[in-house]
């Protein structure tokens, strides 16, 4: 009788990548992956913790997930990841549904403990600080898309943000050496992976916590020469770090797509100094405008916090004032949440919701406005486009992304003209555009030309 197992991966996609380390364990025990809940006798739910309203929806889904141990197939329940971190044994009280408990230095000895346990010995809870770092060494069993994946660099952060957990849940910032960052981006173009989308809580920090300078540039330079690998897109590049020497690479690259996301996070410093977060060099508009001086036509995208503590009409005008200025083509805005056990959440001044929701509200409203501008200034424009399938709405439409937007978290491109097979990256014309999405054809093969 053939024994499954099923995986639900909550979060981000560094969360992913860890996921994608458990899976190939599980195999190797003997279960085959599905998706049908209902047939696993191991389910594995691996979750997020770095927002009250993320850990609310991972007990929500632990507890649905606990239904099937009631009506079908499932003899363990186990849960994962930055949860188990924050929460510690508290967990086991509060979730006696769980069998075992895992926290974010523990992906890679899912089968170790689970043979373990089947012999009677082990725990229920792993827990430690954390020091996890996944290498190449380390199989992985992809979630993505065949043709795109995500390349994790290093793991944690060293810079001590009052509003984020990140640091107590992921330790301090840990780079991998660039030797074995290639090696598994060539394993991955190997395999047909076209895009490769590399990330980390800050990238351009990579080298750094062992006193290594431009090891960002370096690896840029060195991952050229992988061969068949198309796209390489820059994830979470601090304010800060972004040299010239990483501009002066990216400009000149054939490979690093024009793309750059940069958490600014507010523009008013007082706000900034209450978030801990380090006096930048130089003015977030004075940065874009450094930026798109090296390159005209890079995509910038940010994420922008409204509602911290001891905001004023005044900061957040600020904040306004930035989105009009820096014209960025993407952003993530959330509304600040007051974490359990960071400063932040002591802090006098503590904005009401309904202020917060105002606020949040109209940054998007503003920056919807842009994003529409912003694209519509690119009509005529000749852009590289990675088909990803059919229109959800009809089958007469192809969608997929261009090289200005990452996987998930930004537009797509409606292609109202020529086909292709998925996952081949084709030049498109720019034909129109929506709030977020931009409407092409393709143009023909060089070879039809």
């Known amino acids: 009788m053939v024994s499954f197992a099923s995986l639900i991966s909550l979060g981000c996609s560094k969360n992913l990548v860890d996921s994608e380390i458990m899976i190939p364990q599980l195999e190797q025990m003997g279960y085959s992956i599905t998706q049908d809940l209902s047939n696993a006798q191991i389910i594995v739910v691996n979750t997020c913790g770095f927002l009250e309203s993320a850990v609310q929806e991972a007990v929500d889904t632990i507890l649905e997930v606990a239904r099937h141990r009631e009506k079908n197939r499932c003899t363990q329940l186990i849960v994962t990841g930055c949860m188990v971190q924050r929460y510690g044994r508290k967990l086991k009280a509060l979730l006696p549904e769980v069998d075992l408990f895992l926290g974010t230095s523990h992906y890679d000895q899912l089968s170790r403990i689970l043979e373990e346990r089947s012999r009677g010995e082990g725990e229920s809870l792993y827990i430690r600080r954390p020091d996890f770092l996944a290498t190449s060494r380390l199989e992985r069993k992809r979630c993505t ?125 007082h706000v900034l100094k209450a978030m801990g977060r380090e006096k930048h060099k130089k003015t977030p508009v004075d940065l874009v405008a450094h930026i798109r001086s090296h390159m005209p036509q890079i995509a910038l995208r940010t994420s922008l916090m409204v509602g911290f503590p001891g905001e004023t009409s005044g900061d957040f005008q600020q904040l306004l004032d930035l989105v009009e200025a820096a014209r960025f083509d993407h952003v993530g805005t959330f509304a600040f949440s007051p974490e359990r056990g960071t400063r932040a959440a002591r802090m006098d001044g503590q904005i009401p919701e309904t202020i917060k929701e105002e606020r949040l509200d109209m940054l998007m409203r503003h920056q919807r406005d842009i994003s529409r501008k912003r694209l519509n200034e690119r009509f005529g424009d000749r852009l590289q486009v990675m088909v990803e399938g059919y229109h959800p709405e009809t089958d007469y439409l192809l969608i997929g992304r261009a090289s200005i937007q990452a996987p998930e978290v930004d537009g797509a491109v409606i292609i109202t003209r020529g086909q292709a097979e998925i996952g081949e990256i084709r030049a498109a014309r720019v034909t129109g555009a929506h709030d977020y999405d931009l409407v092409v054809e393709l143009e023909p093969p060089a070879e039809e030309l």
């Open 145 to 269: 898309p065949s043709y795109s994946a995500y390349l994790k660099v290093a793991d944690g952060c060293s810079h001590r943000c009052t509003y984020c957990m990140i640091p107590r849940l992921r330790g301090p910032y840990r780079s991998r050496t660039l030797e074995d960052i290639q090696r598994e981006a060539a394993r991955l173009a190997a395999e047909g992976v076209k895009e490769i989308n590399l990330i980390a809580q800050d990238i351009t920090a990579l080298g750094m916590d062992r006193g290594e300078r431009d090891s960002l540039p370096r690896l840029l330079k060195s991952l050229e020469e992988v061969e068949g690998l198309r796209w390489v897109r820059l994830l979470y590049a601090y304010p800060d770090h972004v040299s010239h020497s990483l501009l002066e690479t990216m400009a000149q690259s054939d490979k690093i797509v024009p793309y750059l996301d940069i958490p600014f996070q507010h523009a008013s410093s």
